[in-house]
């Protein structure tokens, strides 16, 4: 096995602290004794005390030992031995005793008799399974839907005293009455509580976002089939791959990669690649996931290039979502065409019109210089319009970039700003 790039190591790490302390841990001198066999990678690491931490990586998993104190997986040690593993700074070895003990006794704890994809057990208990599930989503909206009649009854003065808490104690009611989808809705409208001077105002716009979906669940049966879709995805149903792949709308194009996001936390890390056909002009979202302290699985091109092949759409009002089926190597592509701000606004507008869930909306902005705007940054266009750059991005490669100029670039956009995924500078792509 060949050693990872380092855009795999750092997604690994459990948040972004995690993997600053590894970069700064990525140094040969605090390395006294490394080595990498197909299977692990291993070192000792000089800390603070007299003994050096026994650190090593078991890459099936991967898996991650290490004598040092620290409760997050991977630790800083683990990601500064992987990162040196992806400079190419760790030689090929002979495992020590303490590596292939522990490797071996993973192994044999893993060894259990594998079901075939998409086998099911017991298919009766699968479907009683379902409909208590119904039965749980199905009271939680109901109780949902009973505390928001309240708040209308009462109003919402003096709401800030007891929001917090409220919001936080429904988000756990959701969990359990497994809509994690809405649990997750519940929770974005706890956090911006107190954020800025307009809060109340988002506050009111994340409620009535829920109101409208708990709404929605109560009629599921009157909607079109492809809105009922979207209002259980919302809630947090999940459509099997066999079957996106099995039914969903095909769609074969060259598909240009016109950027990712990656966001971490302790416990899980998701990445969004967006795509948009080169014939088609269809928009396409992958989305992967991992377990904290587990890799991502790799990109099938580089931001800025063709990707030949065909997405499998998930169902859904606005059917972004795909799995794509790779047909062909990726292939160099030119600088993309895109939208003056006004111009994507209108497309954002249309695609909330259709899914009023929308969280998120990928964009193409030609001809756009970043500008302060306040006490942050935005990219405006040559009729003297702009986006706001989401705040805490940091723009200075942008504008490295840019020096001044317009250039083309592809973001993410929601309701707080945009966010910068990939630029290009004359044709050749550059990632933010």
């Known amino acids: 096995m060949g050693p990872w790039d380092v855009e795999q190591v750092l997604g690994l790490a459990s948040d972004p602290a995690s993997a600053k302390a590894g970069q700064a841990q990525a140094r040969t001198a605090k390395w006294p004794d490394t080595g990498a066999s197909e299977r692990a990678v291993w070192g000792l690491c000089q800390g603070s005390g007299k003994q050096p931490y026994q650190t090593a990586v078991d890459l099936s998993g991967p898996a991650y030992k290490c004598s040092c104190p620290s409760r997050k997986f991977p630790c800083k040690h683990a990601l500064g031995l992987l990162l040196l593993w992806a400079g190419g700074e760790v030689r090929p070895g002979d495992e020590p005793e303490w590596v292939t003990s522990w490797v071996e006794q993973r192994a044999a704890r893993a060894e259990r008799p594998e079901r075939k994809p998409g086998e099911v057990a017991d298919p009766l208990a699968a479907q ?55 649990a997750g809705a519940v929770r974005r409208a706890a956090g911006v509580i107190g954020r800025g001077h307009g809060w109340p105002g988002e506050l009111l716009e994340e409620l009535s976002l829920i109101h409208l979906i ?29 079957r996106v792949l099995a039914e969903g709308e095909k769609v074969e194009d060259d598909w240009l990669v016109l950027g990712r996001v990656i966001e971490p936390d302790e416990r899980l890390t998701v990445r969004r690649v967006w795509l948009r056909g080169a014939t088609t002009g269809r928009l396409g979202l992958i989305l992967t996931f991992a ?41 160099t592509a030119p600088r993309p065409s895109g939208f003056t701000a006004r111009q994507a606004l209108a497309s954002y507008v249309e695609s909330v019109a259709a899914d009023p869930w929308n969280e998120r909306w990928p964009l193409v902005l030609q001809d756009v210089r970043p500008a302060r705007y306040g006490e942050g940054w935005a ?26 100029d317009p250039v083309t670039v592809a973001g993410e956009w929601n309701r707080a700003g945009f966010r910068p995924m990939t630029c290009w500078h004359d044709d050749r792509p550059v990632i933010l």
């Open 379 to 404: 990219l405006v266009d040559t009729a003297g319009d702009g986006l706001e750059i989401l705040p805490g991005v940091d723009p200075w490669k942008l504008l490295a970039v840019s020096a001044g």
């Open 128 to 182: 009683q399974r379902a409909s208590r599930r119904a039965d749980r989503v199905s009271a939680g909206m109901a109780e949902l839907a009973s505390w928001l009649d309240d708040q209308v009854r009462q109003g919402l003065g003096g709401f800030d005293q007891r929001a917090y808490t409220e919001l936080s104690r429904l988000a756990a009611r959701m969990v359990d009455a497994q809509a994690p989808g809405v």
């Open 291 to 331: 377990a904290a302290g587990r890799p991502l699985d790799p990109l099938p091109a580089r931001p800025g290039e063709y990707v030949p092949g065909a997405l499998s759409f998930y169902p859904g009002a606005l059917p972004m979502r795909a799995i794509l089926t790779q047909t062909a190597p990726r292939l």
């Open 214 to 242: 708990v709404s929605a669940h109560d009629r599921l049966a009157e909607l079109p089939p492809s809105l009922a879709d979207t209002v259980q995805s919302r809630i947090g149903w999940t459509v099997e791959t066999a």
